[in-house]
């Protein structure tokens, strides 16, 4: 039986399908509609539309991947979704302060589209979520002394021993 999924990876694959349905869609509807781009457009804005665009496609392409793989247990994923969202955030805060430094307005969907960063970045980074994610042998019970799986005293599993003999060598002690 395995266990139950909890609703931060839930949430995140929810959200994660999302953003590649978005930014799949606006990548391809920038390719289509780039013939039709006004003939006065500076050739380095039309590349740099078609750039985002290609990149908005592979970010979506990604997204989806890992939005099928995120419920999949084990510490690949998890630190694949971390990177994932990480990378993001800095993306869009680079993007931010680049058009800020240019004099232009940051794009509309700047505020939201951090937003999700944000929030998929601290919903993988719960413990909750990490638990989930984490091997079964790291989620057995702690020891009471708080470091990794129960275990006797001395760090290492219990094995059986043979009794001892007694001082005079009569018998078990």
């Known amino acids: 039986m395995s266990p139950r999924v909890p609703g931060a990876v839930k949430t995140v694959q929810v959200l994660l399908f999302v953003y590649a349905g978005l930014s799949l869609l606006g990548g391809v509807f920038v390719l289509l509609t780039a013939p039709l781009a006004p003939d006065d457009m500076p050739a380095e ?4 539309t078609l750039v985002g665009a290609v990149g908005g496609i592979v970010l979506a ?5 890992l939005g099928f793989l995120a419920r999949r ?9 971390v990177t994932f969202f990480a990378l993001g955030l800095i993306l869009m805060v680079v993007t931010f302060a680049l058009n800020v430094e240019a004099g232009l307005d940051p794009p509309g969907e700047t505020g939201p589209v951090t937003v999700f960063w944000l929030l998929s970045l601290i919903l993988v980074l719960l413990p909750s979520t990490g638990s989930y994610y984490r091997k079964a042998s790291e989620r057995a ?3 009471p002394w708080g470091h990794g799986p129960a275990q006797p005293h001395g760090g290492h599993p219990a094995h059986p021993q043979p ?8 018998g078990p002690r």
């Open 141 to 143: 019970a702690p020891a």
């Open 45 to 48: 804005v039309f590349v740099s």
């Open 61 to 65: 392409l990604v997204a989806l991947t």
């Open 73 to 81: 247990r084990g510490p690949v994923v998890r630190w694949s979704l």
């Open 163 to 170: 009794p001892m003999a007694t001082p005079n060598g009569h």
